[in-house]
């Protein structure tokens, strides 16, 4: 395998990155990658860090000093994985196009010295091609990052092979990170990658999202914990975007919560206004369940919590484990088991409790609340949380900062 190209700077330039996701569906993405990004603006990296997002809620999270965002016109995936134009009424390819033009002409007058790719190693439909092209020319380090599980084997096996994936990542880039521990998955092995591909891998560790936390107020928490008695215990339930959250918060705010509990639920901005209009009518009448569609800093939420109820995205995984919540993973099983694997695996290391889709009920969730349910204490010490303190090195390795 080349080395990756070496970069210096001069005194008075500190090193540039991007960082691109394509946000199709869910919060996952921009959260991700805007943890990882306030991790490289601070030391040692101390860089200068431009996101570009595929989902204008960016702009409404808090972004560290040195950061800026780029948002492109959105995509969205139905239930059957299918993408199309969220807002625009135009077809695939042309939104494909604008956005294609769009990274490139960013990327061309930013000049990064590392570009980070999530999870795609081509951009949707191949929108980063000219883009990648331009920056090998230019010598620019690029990474891959990937989240610790993709989806089942045999899927992740047949989309990498239909899109290129494996020779994208021969061509463009300089190393794989992935944000997880291979003790937990390794997909190296269940992916059956090829050895060109999985020489360029580095588990950076699981990404610890406490460390995004701040002192700064976010005002639809803020609202709803003051709606809750102090003496009172706390149940959160959260769905991630919430896209696809309907019947997990249907059956939350139709259960029986136990006594001096009171139950919060975080919809997410995706979830349809239809869906957000009945639960919150429930909520109301329910007298002590209290709704939030978004919050730009969930953690607030988090930390009060007593128990999480929650779909099995890699965020908000890593979130309650690093807090150490008795959870409770009801996962995504459609049109990707990425959440079921990585719950699965996580429940048989004791880290959290998982009840499938067709398993659950208000009934069923009622029972669980009552239940008594140990905190996963000690967890970091099976698991490595330690990414965010590993990926600042693994960048000044690629860029030779002093």
């Known amino acids: 395998m080349t080395s990756p190209p070496q970069v210096t700077f001069p005194a008075c330039r500190k090193p540039r990155i991007a960082l691109y996701s394509h946000d199709a569906l869910g919060m ?28 204008k809620e960016m702009n409404a999270m808090v972004l560290a000093p040195g950061i800026d965002c780029i948002t492109l016109p959105a995509l969205t995936k139905d239930s059957s994985g299918d993408y199309r134009p969220r807002n625009l009424q135009i077809s695939r390819g042309d939104l494909t196009n604008i956005r294609a033009r769009t990274i490139e002409a960013a990327l061309e007058a930013f000049e990064p010295d590392l570009f980070i790719v999530d999870k795609q190693p081509r951009g949707a439909f191949g929108e980063l091609d000219s883009a990648l092209d331009t920056l090998r020319r230019a010598g620019t380090c690029c990474v891959l990052g990937l989240r610790d599980i993709l989806d089942d084997p045999g899927t992740v096996e047949r989309e990498w ?4 994936s494996e020779e994208a990542v021969a061509e463009y880039y300089d190393r794989v990170w992935v944000y997880g521990d291979p003790m937990v998955y390794d997909l190296r092995d269940e992916y059956s990658m090829s050895n060109e591909t999985a020489e ?37 339930c959260q769905v991630g975007g919430g896209q696809d959250g309907e019947q997990l918060v249907t059956a939350f705010v139709e259960s029986e919560l136990p006594a001096d509990t009171v139950g919060v639920i975080l919809t997410g901005p995706f979830m349809p206004a239809a869906v957000r209009a009945k639960v919150a009518e429930r909520a109301v009448a329910n007298g002590r369940m209290h709704l939030v569609e978004f919050s ?10 007593d128990r999480v109820i929650a779909m099995g995205g890699y965020n908000t995984v890593c979130e309650l484990l690093s807090m150490e919540k008795p959870a409770l993973i009801v996962p995504r099983t459609r049109p990707r088991t990425e959440q079921l694997i990585r719950a699965e695996r996580l429940r048989d290391l004791g880290a959290l409790s998982v009840m499938r889709p067709d398993e659950m009920s208000p009934a069923a969730l009622t029972d669980w609340m009552r239940r008594d349910v140990v905190s996963p204490v000690g967890i970091r010490e099976r698991i490595d949380f330690n990414g965010l303190a590993r990926i600042p090195h693994l960048a000044d390795e690629l860029l030779a900062v002093a």
């Open 161 to 164: 092979l239909a899109a290129g």
């Open 28 to 55: 996952g993405h921009m959260r991700r990658n805007s943890l990882i990004a306030q991790t490289l603006s601070g030391a040692p990296s101390d860089a200068v860090v431009l996101l570009i997002s595929g989902a």
């Open 200 to 236: 360029r891998v580095r588990f950076t560790g699981y990404l610890d999202p406490s460390a995004r936390f701040t002192a700064d107020p976010d005002s639809a928490a803020t609202t709803a914990l003051e709606s809750v008695d102090e003496s009172s215990r706390m149940v959160l």
């Open 296 to 305: 730009s800093e969930p953690t607030h939420l988090l930390r009060r919590a």
